[in-house]
């Protein structure tokens, strides 16, 4: 079966804490993006990576970390400095070249911090 | 950078009847425009998309339609079934991005 996994499903941290979440692609994808989704509110893009050992940040990338040491992986790390951490966090893929610009998504990973 | 809005933010049909969404997008320069439907508790499945050098797509019961003059964009799903209620989402890109920029979503709620 080809897809992305996201890992854990629900996650639960104390305020204060570093919390990393898990992004495994088996589609070959070069790129990889993390979204986040509020409720009532659409996805808005954390980071992207079109390549390994390489990110660009997204629209509200501050108090998040990532890293791409191979292609197959993009984990997430909120960290402490992320003020509202409490969302559903959705990973992404697709290829970068051609005109395929279609993303998959994983099934998320809800994140609750109290 | 790109703004995409949407409406309704809720709809809500009888069985058989049609649903629209609409969507507008501030950046003229887009030239993908993606629909995805969402689950509950799952990831967004794309559906349907269009690209700026076509005015309509469908696909079966769903269809989206283009107007870049007025940059706005449509979903059209006729004959709606329950298992169409979901959440969608329209998004836009453009060239040179290599993310989508998303609306805020449509809950639709089709009954019985």
């Known amino acids: 079966d080809g897809g992305i996994t996201q890992s854990p499903k629900y996650l639960f941290r104390k305020e204060g804490q570093n919390v990393t979440l898990s992004c495994e692609q088996n589609?070959?994808?070069?790129?990889m993006y993390w979204y986040r989704q509020d409720p009532g509110q659409g996805l808005r893009l954390i980071y992207y990576?079109?390549?390994?050992?390489?990110?660009q940040k997204g629209d509200i990338a501050e108090g998040y970390s990532v890293s791409r040491e191979k292609k197959e992986s993009f984990p997430l790390t909120v960290t402490s400095a992320q003020k509202n951490p409490t969302a559903f966090y959705l990973c992404?893929?697709?290829?970068?070249?051609?005109?395929?610009?279609?993303?998959?998504f994983g099934p998320g990973t809800r994140l609750t911090v109290t | 950078g790109e703004n995409v809005e949407q409406h309704p933010s809720t709809l809500s049909v009888q069985e058989g009847d049609s649903a629209v969404i609409k969507c507008t997008y501030s950046?003229?320069?887009?030239?993908?425009f993606p629909w995805y439907k969402q689950e509950l508790g799952k990831g967004p499945q794309l559906i349907i998309d269009?690209?700026?050098?076509?005015g309509e797509k469908k696909d079966q019961r769903i269809a989206v339609t283009l107007n870049k003059t007025a940059k706005h964009f449509s979903l059209h799903i006729t004959e709606t079934q329950p298992e169409d209620s979901a959440v969608y989402f329209c998004?836009?890109?453009?060239?040179?991005?290599?993310?989508?920029?998303f609306g805020s979503g449509t809950r639709l709620q089709v009954q019985p």
């Open positions: 992404a893929s697709s290829i970068v070249t051609g005109q395929d610009y279609e993303q998959y």
């Open positions: 589609l070959n994808h070069d790129a």
């Open positions: 990576s079109q390549i390994v050992n390489d990110f």
């Open positions: 950046d003229s320069a887009s030239n993908y």
């Open positions: 269009i690209r700026s050098n076509v």
């Open positions: 998004a836009a890109k453009r060239p040179g991005r290599r993310a989508l920029t």
